[in-house]
């Protein structure tokens, strides 16, 4: 794979960074099916969602809406934060980030000190939930009206897809079109719906698995908290137009417990992976079995697990919130060992 994985020796922006991240096997069939792991945590910030943020402030210049000492706006729970962070501070831009507590500490501690402005939705509360729809509205209202100021809205942007474009290109090189079936995260539908759209020019027919939270609703209900973290549509937010149903052949849930006791089996192998990533992997090593022989599986891995060590690799915080499951991790890590053994 030299032509996706080989990263120009000197570069001179940190956005020249982006992109061509490495696939790792994490598991394999007798049959010859295996699990591919698409590491996204490579690219500077550790998340695909700079991939995004890049494109869609180059939408925004190449628009007219954006201007040398402009200022740009977004509602995130961190990853698109800290790429327009990064993005905008090369660029020269002021960007304000309003965020709620339900982000991860370290991602909020990270845009600050990457020069990004915080506005909290919910600066007077103790709690951690979601409030998406209310950063969503102060984001927009923030923006309304103030000149040579753009609100990105990432969970609308056609934008957020075309930066999942490359993602496609560089798994078709990598793998010379043997791809079948395609499984990520859903939350603002750019990453899975991004990489599948452009995908389907460079390959034969694949499967397209879109996995969101339990409690999230785009795939349908009952709505209620979770704590996985930038994914999902919580009740009383809109499902982003990203969002192809078209595209995604099936769409599926994974609860909290078995997607952070995904995460922490997976450590276990040497590899630190978000919240997210683990309701992936989850599903993935669920499918890999009972796949037919020879079939390629590639995973989003949208997140790195380093911004989590307080939260999903924390046992206090999992134990108050009630997600600590060793049954569930040793189940996971059995299957994980068994699988790691037939590669």
Not at 12 to 27: F, K, N, Q, Y
Not at 190 to 200: D, K
């Amino acid at each position: 794979m030299p032509g996706v994985l080989q990263r120009p020796a000197v570069v001179s922006r940190v956005s020249d960074l982006i992109g061509r991240t490495p696939l790792l096997e994490l598991a394999a069939t007798e049959t010859g099916s295996r699990l591919l792991l698409k590491l996204e945590m490579f690219n500077p910030t550790g998340t695909a969602k700079i991939r995004m943020a890049r494109a869609m402030v180059d939408a925004a210049e190449a628009a007219g809406e954006l201007r040398s000492g402009g200022r740009i706006v977004e509602s995130t729970s961190g990853n698109t934060g800290l790429g327009l962070s990064v993005i905008a501070a090369e660029r020269g831009y002021t960007f304000t980030a309003v965020v709620d507590n339900h982000a991860a500490a370290d991602k909020l501690r990270a845009m600050k000190a990457l020069g990004a402005e915080l506005v909290h939705v919910d600066a007077d509360s103790d709690g951690d939930e979601l409030h998406t729809a209310a950063r969503e509205e102060l984001a927009e209202n923030m923006a309304r009206g103030q000149d040579n100021t753009v609100f990105t809205e990432q969970h609308n942007n056609p934008a957020n897809g075309v930066g999942y474009f490359p993602v496609a290109h560089e798994l078709a090189e990598a793998l010379d079109g043997d791809i079948d079936i395609l499984i990520g995260a859903v939350g603002t539908g750019g990453a899975l719906c991004g990489t599948g759209r452009e995908l389907a020019r460079l390959v034969p027919e694949f499967t397209v698995i879109g996995v969101e939270p339990k409690g999230s609703i785009a795939f349908g209900g009952p709505a209620h908290d979770y704590y996985q973290s930038g994914t999902g549509t919580p009740e009383g937010a809109e499902i982003g137009a990203l969002v192809d149903f078209g595209l995604i052949d099936e769409g599926v849930k994974v609860g909290d417990v078995e997607a952070f006791a995904t995460c922490r089996a997976v450590a276990r192998t040497g590899l630190l992976i978000g919240g997210s990533a683990g309701g992936v992997v989850h599903e993935a090593l669920h499918r890999l079995p009972s796949l037919p022989p020879g079939t390629t599986m590639v995973a989003l891995i949208n997140d790195g697990g380093e911004k989590y060590l307080d939260t999903v690799f924390n046992d206090d915080w999992m134990a108050e919130r009630a997600l600590l499951s060793p049954e569930t991790e040793r189940s996971v890590e059995e299957q994980l060992t068994k699988l790691r053994g037939n590669r």
